[in-house]
């Protein structure tokens, strides 16, 4: 893909511009240099693919289960084909390792849409059962940026196994996600219309891909304040809903944890995705009986990144997604300082192009503060020193998020720490497994169901007295 590519809609099976005519410029988060034009959708381009989808769904209902299941398994080995090359461009894109793209998003999006096809004809093997799932019908799918050909694929291969059709907003910070998933679409012949990808600025037309009537079902990935308008949208309608939004991820080293020789895999969780990822922990407790060991160890780890220059650098300092984002962390640190906190490493801008911060760690910030609480957004990790276990338990179980926790040390200590947390997901001396749950309290929002016959991505029909 050349410097300067042109990011276009994917509508009723080819890449177009914008009916609006504007385009925005995306950048290099390595270089700050531009990265191409991404078109500007408007509300007439989500009418025009609605419409295309409709036809489309009039065509994929003639389909039976094992054509679905084989443009499933086509989709799956398109993306393998080419797991090297896309992972580079998401990595690109994301500002992130492409090492790590490929295992993080590639490796399960592949996965999933053979999961999908498998469970496709599964279901098809089955002549006798009494619950009949049909396609809920058309599904918008609003997707944040981060590792997003794995959201995509989450979603999509759930939809497009139950019989939907899809309608995607792919965020401006990756619009290289459009451009993959079209291609691989149009390679494997698949029915125009089927599955649709709106770029541009979602506050131009997320409201319209909740609110509009011929919309069934609606997912968001993203920022809380970001979901207030989608729910707006749907809720009045009684649509179905899948809300995952905001985050406050923590990461717990118990007393028994090696941290002197693991910190940076411990580290990785808030230093891989500078924090913005929504795995990223963010919040970091220890035991205050290591606490002068445990802070040089940390401070060294951090003295040997050097800031990366190509998706492909060994390190683990790389930039944020935008200059925006860079403001957003700069105004974060400000906060800290007038909070009380004490910064041990990091806290500045580099002056070099690109989108590059210092992973900055901060100390003796009050449990109780607005920091504490609330997304960050950045590379900010909040380190809090705590004399027993259960304080850690109560610091990561305050606050309005619960999506997920890393915890290092034994399996015995740490299985009795994550029977408390208030999280969807714990992970045991690693980080971003393959499977995870739903988020707890306002990290999630509707029916969750993730699998293609639940009651999200179909509508589930019981049949009474057809067996003999």
């Not at 891909?209 to 609606?218: E, G, T």
Request: hydrophobic share 40%.
């Amino acid at each position: 893909m050349s410097s300067t590519a042109e990011f276009l809609n994917y509508i009723d099976g080819e890449f177009i511009a914008s009916q609006s005519g504007q385009a925005f410029l995306k950048y290099n988060p390595f270089t700050g240099e531009v990265l191409g034009k991404v078109t500007a959708s408007n509300a007439m381009d989500v009418i025009r693919a609605i419409q295309a989808a409709k036809r489309a769904q009039a065509e994929i209902e003639k389909w039976d289960l094992p054509q679905r299941a084989e443009l499933l398994r086509k989709i799956a080995a398109k993306l393998e084909e080419k797991a090297e090359d896309y992972a580079f461009q998401e990595a690109l894109h994301q500002g992130l390792p492409a090492e790590f793209v490929k295992e993080k998003s590639l490796v399960p999006a592949i996965k999933n849409f053979r999961l999908a096809a498998a469970s496709v004809e599964a279901l098809a093997k089955n002549q006798s059962r009494s619950l009949l799932p049909q396609p809920t019908g058309l599904i918008s799918i609003l997707l944040s940026w981060n590792l997003s050909l794995r959201l995509a694929s989450e979603r999509l291969a759930a939809a497009l196994a139950a019989g939907n059709v899809c309608l995607v907003k792919v965020s401006e910070f990756s619009p290289v996600t459009a451009q993959i998933l079209g291609e691989i679409l149009s390679e494997v012949q698949a029915p125009k219309g089927l599955v649709q990808f709106i770029q541009g600025r979602g506050a131009e037309v997320g409201a319209l891909m909740a609110a509009h009537p011929s919309i069934r079902a609606v997912n968001f990935v993203g920022k809380l304040t970001n979901a207030e308008n989608i729910i707006k949208g749907a809720l009045p309608q009684f649509k179905k809903v899948q809300i995952h939004a905001s985050v406050k991820n923590s990461c717990l080293v118990l007393s028994d944890a090696d941290f002197q020789n693991g910190m940076e895999k411990i580290l990785e969780s808030f230093l891989v995705g500078q924090g913005q990822l929504g795995w990223n922990t963010t919040r970091l407790f220890f035991l205050e009986a290591t606490q002068k060991e445990f802070h040089e160890k940390l401070k060294e780890v951090l003295s040997l990144q050097k800031p990366a220059t190509s998706p492909r650098d060994k390190t683990l300092w790389f930039p944020l997604i935008s200059e925006e984002a860079l403001q957003g962390i700069e105004k974060k640190v400000q906060q800290l300082r007038s909070e009380g906190g004490k910064i041990l490493a990091g806290g500045e801008r580099l002056p070099q192009k690109g989108f590059f911060f210092q992973p900055t760690v901060s100390l003796d910030l009050s449990n109780c503060s607005e920091l504490q609480q609330e997304e960050v957004l950045g590379p900010l990790l909040i380190v809090t020193a705590v004399k027993y276990p259960h304080e850690m338990l109560k610091w990561a179980n305050t606050g309005s998020y619960g999506h997920s926790a890393v915890i290092w040390g034994s399996a015995e200590k740490a299985l009795k720490v994550a029977e408390k947390l208030d999280v969807g997901t714990v992970s045991l001396n690693s980080w971003l497994p393959e499977e995870v749950e739903s988020g707890h309290r306002q990290s999630s929002f509707g029916n969750m169901q993730t699998g293609p016959w639940g009651r999200f991505y179909s509508d589930v029909k019981l049949l009474t007295g057809f067996e003999s």
